[in-house]
């Protein structure tokens, strides 16, 4: 007797399995880097997060400016860029004391701006997914104009400029 089981993911779960295995993928392959710079685990990790979002967000901008035919695939993206919302204040919510990071204190002495700006985040996110899932191509730029500077907006008040990044 055959017994087949039926596995029914909805979007959310397939979209935090993607994630899951996108941070899985990264953290292995930072591992050696986190180990050669002595860093500190959470500080490993959250930078391999931030990867998987800036993957991401890079992963559109193709799309868009190449007019990629991938149909779909801003919405996954987007998808899974707010999935991992939730997990970036939780990483960072540890301040360790290490030069090999680019966050700026201004985290944690904000943090409730910080956490804002997550949430900034994650909306857009949202948004830019649900604009990609529309089929109305003319909402899916200013989306991903928001989604960016969502972005650029925490940037610039929680990370360090490239010119003082510690991997310079």
Request: charged share 25%; aromatic share 8%.
């Amino acid at each position: 007797m055959t017994r087949t089981t039926r596995f029914d993911f909805s979007g959310l779960t397939r979209r935090m399995i993607v994630a899951t295995l996108f941070i899985c993928c990264g953290l292995a392959s930072g591992v050696q880097a986190a180990d050669d710079e002595n860093d500190a685990p959470m500080v490993g990790y959250r930078q391999m997060l931030m990867s998987v979002v800036g993957g991401n967000m890079g992963a559109m901008a193709d799309i868009m400016k190449y007019r990629l035919d991938l149909p779909g695939h801003v919405a996954v993206h987007a998808g899974q860029m707010a999935a991992m919302a939730p997990l970036i204040a939780p990483a960072f919510k540890e301040n360790v004391e290490t030069d090999a990071t680019d966050a700026k204190q201004e985290i944690w002495q904000d943090w409730a701006k910080f956490e804002s700006k997550i949430a900034d985040f994650e909306k857009a996110a949202r948004n830019l997914e649900t604009a990609a899932k529309g089929g109305d191509p003319a909402s899916v730029g200013p989306a991903m104009k928001a989604l960016g500077k969502s972005c650029g907006d925490c940037h610039k008040l929680f990370r360090k400029p490239e010119e003082e990044s510690f991997k310079n």
